[in-house]
């Protein structure tokens, strides 16, 4: 096959508006609103490299499909998915985070791979890496 192999994952969350604070505001990430048809659902979608990220609210994915709903009361979002992402300004965005009060779960450490590393919470229990090479400020999302 010729085409460029593509990834995509949906993420159900609360609240769209504060995923795109979370994502776009304090992680300085490529978030953008998508366009949608008539009826569709509102989301946020996140893209590079061959890669996507779409966040939905939990509600919209219910409406579509009902029979999911058992299923988001029993297992919490977040539960065995690990997102990691590079950023340019780690200590901006540890010191945002801790302004906002958001969970962190590792607080910002130099690692002896020459990274400075932090893991946190995003608002529906996602758990994030966020690294940032020591010594560089370019601009690279994902791992």
Same mark, same amino acid.
């Given at each position: 096959m010729a085409d460029e192999a593509r990834v995509s994952?949906?993420?159900?969350?609360?609240?769209?508006?504060?995923?795109?604070?979370?994502?776009?505001?304090i992680?300085?990430?490529?978030? &953008? +609103?998508? @366009?949608?048809?008539?009826?569709?659902?509102?989301? @946020?979608?996140?893209?590079?490299?061959?890669?996507s990220l779409i966040f939905v609210e939990e509600s919209a994915v219910i409406h579509a499909h009902p029979i999911l709903e058992e299923r988001f009361s029993i297992y919490p979002k977040g539960v065995g998915i690990t997102l990691h992402f590079r950023v340019n300004d780690i200590e901006?965005?540890?010191?945002?985070?801790?302004?906002?009060?958001?969970?962190?779960?590792?607080? @910002?450490? +130099? &690692?002896?791979?020459?990274?400075?590393? @932090?893991w946190c919470f995003d608002p529906d229990g996602y758990l994030v890496v966020l690294e940032q090479p020591v010594g560089s400020r370019q601009s690279a999302v994902g791992s």
């Amino acid at each position: 096959m010729a085409d460029e192999a593509r990834v995509s994952m949906q993420l159900a969350v609360a609240d769209i508006d504060i995923t795109e604070a979370f994502y776009g505001g304090i992680l300085e990430m490529p978030v &953008k +609103r998508a @366009l949608t048809s008539p009826g569709a659902p509102e989301h @946020l979608i996140m893209e590079q490299d061959g890669w996507s990220l779409i966040f939905v609210e939990e509600s919209a994915v219910i409406h579509a499909h009902p029979i999911l709903e058992e299923r988001f009361s029993i297992y919490p979002k977040g539960v065995g998915i690990t997102l990691h992402f590079r950023v340019n300004d780690i200590e901006g965005i540890s010191d945002a985070l801790e302004d906002e009060g958001l969970e962190i779960l590792y607080p @910002l450490e +130099r &690692k002896p791979y020459g990274a400075m590393e @932090l893991w946190c919470f995003d608002p529906d229990g996602y758990l994030v890496v966020l690294e940032q090479p020591v010594g560089s400020r370019q601009s690279a999302v994902g791992s």
